[in-house]
């Protein structure tokens, strides 16, 4: 008989690669500035903190589908992003979005011989999506529909992390087509739309997957993920939502009832609360606008080069010219007392680059743009 336990064919955790760079950038005099991970930390809203409270007496088990409150702001947000209407049947709550990413291949039946394609510059955790189902992971371009080969669920990510990058809706129109013509899946990522800085997303909005316009009134084969991490400061609560065509939301439903995975109620109502308010994430969209020209004003002036396409999200996608080793760049940042992440950690497709966050408070924000713009180099 086989002895448990038996370790998951999956890669080595990324992060702990960055311990020793920490190590050297937390002995910086003035102390560490860590760009690295991309954690909020500014306070949850007031209005948020409020309707958790208001929730906190919550005896019972919550329902995996969700309150009909969260179900309705769910799908109030979609209709302001201009997204196909689902109705109740077509969004849930989730345990926040990296949940839904690496279990939703196997929720959905993915296994072994089938083929899970994920952006070539991608969050690690589409590739370990795929590995838990014991399905096959395969980088794609993702602007490069007619080069992939068959599969039978496609992860997008627009807006990119690392990168930055957004498609287009004749990008997004042009990878539904070859989805439904293969009977493929398509899950996209959208958990960083709420921080676009060029136009025309600041004025239009970034596109979904899901918008009418894009899928055709049509959301069959479709989903999307969003996370209330970036736009409200609730990483720490865990609110995310899925979004999509009604028939894959309910396998997923069928299959988080038998395992548990369950919003708390608490949690909830302030999604539900958090939702409905746009005025707060405007006011986190100004603050990370500010610490994102604060370090672009620092990076450029020492030469280094943020990816043009780099036009939404939490992130700086940064090369430096003459270099093309991403960890000897995380050692010179952290010379200075600066903790970045080295494209290593998103692909093949990634080296050459680092990830810089704009999640830090106003101040390390500061100490890492006057220590790059005085002693880079």
């Given at each position: 008989m086989a002895e448990l336990p038996r370790p998951l064919p999956l890669p080595a955790f990324p992060w702990n690669s960055l311990v020793p760079y920490k190590e050297r950038a937390a002995a910086h005099p003035d102390g560490i500035c860590d760009l690295s991970v991309g954690t909020p930390v500014d306070p949850t809203p007031a209005l948020i903190r409020g309707a958790l409270a208001e929730a906190c007496d919550a005896p019972g088990y919550p329902a995996v589908v969700g309150t009909a409150e969260v179900r309705e702001a769910i799908l109030a947000w979609g209709a302001r992003r201009n997204m196909v209407d689902v109705g109740e049947a077509g969004v849930i709550p989730t345990i926040g979005s990296k949940e839904a990413v690496a279990w939703i291949p196997t929720l959905l039946g993915a296994g072994p011989g089938d083929t899970v394609l994920v952006p070539e510059v991608a969050y690690p955790t589409y590739d370990v999506g795929a590995r838990l189902a014991g399905a096959v992971p395969v980088p794609v371009d993702p602007l490069r529909p007619g080069s992939w080969p068959d599969a039978a669920l496609v992860f997008l990510n627009s807006p990119g992390n690392p990168d930055g990058h957004v498609m287009d809706a004749c990008q997004l129109r042009a990878a539904i087509a070859w989805a439904r013509s293969r009977g493929a899946v398509i899950v996209s990522d959208e958990c960083y739309a709420a921080l676009?800085?060029?136009?025309?997303?600041?004025?239009?909005g970034v596109p979904s997957l899901l918008d009418a316009d894009v899928c055709g009134g049509d959301p069959s084969g479709l989903v999307v993920l969003y996370s209330l991490s970036k736009q409200s400061n609730l990483a720490g609560y865990r609110a995310a939502l899925v979004y999509g065509d009604p028939r894959l939301v309910a396998a997923l439903v069928e299959a988080r009832k038998h395992s548990g995975m369950m919003v708390p109620a608490p949690v909830q109502h302030a999604m539900a609360v958090a939702l409905s308010d746009e005025a707060h994430v405007r006011r986190q969209r100004d603050v990370y606008g500010a610490r994102?020209?604060?370090?672009?004003?620092?990076?450029?002036s020492a030469g280094l080069v943020n990816d043009p396409q780099s036009v939404a999200g939490l992130y700086l996608w940064l090369c430096c010219p003459g270099f093309d080793d991403d960890w000897e760049l995380v050692r010179r940042f952290a010379d200075l007392g600066i903790l970045v992440a080295p494209g290593a950690f998103y692909g093949e497709a990634a080296r050459g680059r680092v990830r810089m966050a704009l999640t830090a408070a106003d101040e390390r924000i500061g100490a890492a743009a006057s220590r790059i713009a005085s002693h880079w180099g």
């Amino acid at each position: 008989m086989a002895e448990l336990p038996r370790p998951l064919p999956l890669p080595a955790f990324p992060w702990n690669s960055l311990v020793p760079y920490k190590e050297r950038a937390a002995a910086h005099p003035d102390g560490i500035c860590d760009l690295s991970v991309g954690t909020p930390v500014d306070p949850t809203p007031a209005l948020i903190r409020g309707a958790l409270a208001e929730a906190c007496d919550a005896p019972g088990y919550p329902a995996v589908v969700g309150t009909a409150e969260v179900r309705e702001a769910i799908l109030a947000w979609g209709a302001r992003r201009n997204m196909v209407d689902v109705g109740e049947a077509g969004v849930i709550p989730t345990i926040g979005s990296k949940e839904a990413v690496a279990w939703i291949p196997t929720l959905l039946g993915a296994g072994p011989g089938d083929t899970v394609l994920v952006p070539e510059v991608a969050y690690p955790t589409y590739d370990v999506g795929a590995r838990l189902a014991g399905a096959v992971p395969v980088p794609v371009d993702p602007l490069r529909p007619g080069s992939w080969p068959d599969a039978a669920l496609v992860f997008l990510n627009s807006p990119g992390n690392p990168d930055g990058h957004v498609m287009d809706a004749c990008q997004l129109r042009a990878a539904i087509a070859w989805a439904r013509s293969r009977g493929a899946v398509i899950v996209s990522d959208e958990c960083y739309a709420a921080l676009p800085w060029a136009e025309p997303h600041i004025s239009g909005g970034v596109p979904s997957l899901l918008d009418a316009d894009v899928c055709g009134g049509d959301p069959s084969g479709l989903v999307v993920l969003y996370s209330l991490s970036k736009q409200s400061n609730l990483a720490g609560y865990r609110a995310a939502l899925v979004y999509g065509d009604p028939r894959l939301v309910a396998a997923l439903v069928e299959a988080r009832k038998h395992s548990g995975m369950m919003v708390p109620a608490p949690v909830q109502h302030a999604m539900a609360v958090a939702l409905s308010d746009e005025a707060h994430v405007r006011r986190q969209r100004d603050v990370y606008g500010a610490r994102r020209a604060r370090l672009l004003e620092a990076v450029g002036s020492a030469g280094l080069v943020n990816d043009p396409q780099s036009v939404a999200g939490l992130y700086l996608w940064l090369c430096c010219p003459g270099f093309d080793d991403d960890w000897e760049l995380v050692r010179r940042f952290a010379d200075l007392g600066i903790l970045v992440a080295p494209g290593a950690f998103y692909g093949e497709a990634a080296r050459g680059r680092v990830r810089m966050a704009l999640t830090a408070a106003d101040e390390r924000i500061g100490a890492a743009a006057s220590r790059i713009a005085s002693h880079w180099g």
